[in-house]
């Protein structure tokens, strides 16, 4: 059982480029999120999903998309990088989002912006 | 989300027991005390919640007060590999737009 898998686990980008950071679950988990981590910041909310088909926003989602075709994958796209976008970026899912059940995280994408 | 408060450090030696206390004294009625810890450069991982009611798993038990402000994570007998940041949430859920404030959380250093 993989658990959440991201990938890449480094990249590097120059300022304007684009990509998007992949999140895969193998849990059948409804709910799925992306976070990221700045020193100093704790972890907060970019984007997530309650199903297949449904995204909203968190707390910072400029300059970040998001799509979820399938149960299964959550990818995370930057359009245009920016050096604030230089971070940690983890992918969590979680059975429904409703009431206690607990999140489980991928192991992050580091990422720099020159 | 409950504003949570947690010591910045703590140290532990290896083999006894680490206990780790959170303060949450605006904690409301239905918000979940959860725990997860972060060990270096990997993701936060869950350990465990409760609401009222002490908890314990494989991982640890949750000792939470009569009156739901405060409660104290027990790691029965601490490893080496149990050194990491330790984070106490209050949250009605884990997941949709609520915010996940993680705050600072406890250093946990096991010593051999």
């Known amino acids: 059982n993989a658990g959440v898998t991201q990938t890449p686990k480094f990249q590097v980008l120059k300022t304007g480029q684009s990509m998007t950071l992949q999140c895969a679950q193998d849990?059948?988990?409804?709910?799925m999120s992306w976070y990221r981590q700045d020193p100093g910041m704790g972890l907060r909310l970019i984007h997530y999903?309650?199903?297949?088909?449904?995204?909203d926003q968190g707390e910072v989602p400029n300059g970040y998309n998001v799509s979820r075709s399938t149960t299964e994958d959550f990818p995370l796209r930057l359009l245009s990088a920016a050096p604030s976008q230089t971070s940690v970026y983890f992918c969590?899912?979680?059975?429904?989002?409703?009431?206690?059940?607990?999140?489980?995280f991928g192991n992050g994408t580091r990422l720099t912006v020159t | 989300d409950a504003k949570t408060t947690q010591p910045p450090s703590m140290d532990c030696a290896e083999g006894r027991a680490a206990n780790l206390p959170c303060n949450h004294s605006?904690?409301?009625?239905?918000?979940?005390v959860y725990w997860y810890r972060q060990i270096h450069s990997q993701g936060p991982q869950y350990i465990i919640h409760?609401?009222?009611n002490n908890e314990t798993n494989e991982m640890a038990s949750l000792i939470i007060t009569e009156d739901r402000k405060s409660s104290t994570l027990i790691l029965p007998h601490a490893t080496l590999r149990d050194t990491a940041v330790y984070y106490c949430?209050?949250?009605?859920?884990?997941?949709?737009?609520?915010?996940?404030?993680f705050g600072k959380g406890t250093k946990l250093t096991v010593n051999p």
């Open positions: 969590a899912s979680s059975f429904d989002g409703q009431g206690p059940s607990p999140l489980h």
């Open positions: 849990m059948n988990h409804e709910y």
């Open positions: 999903s309650v199903g297949a088909g449904i995204t």
């Open positions: 605006t904690i409301s009625g239905n918000e979940y």
């Open positions: 409760g609401l009222k």
């Open positions: 949430i209050g949250s009605i859920t884990q997941g949709g737009s609520e915010k996940l404030v």
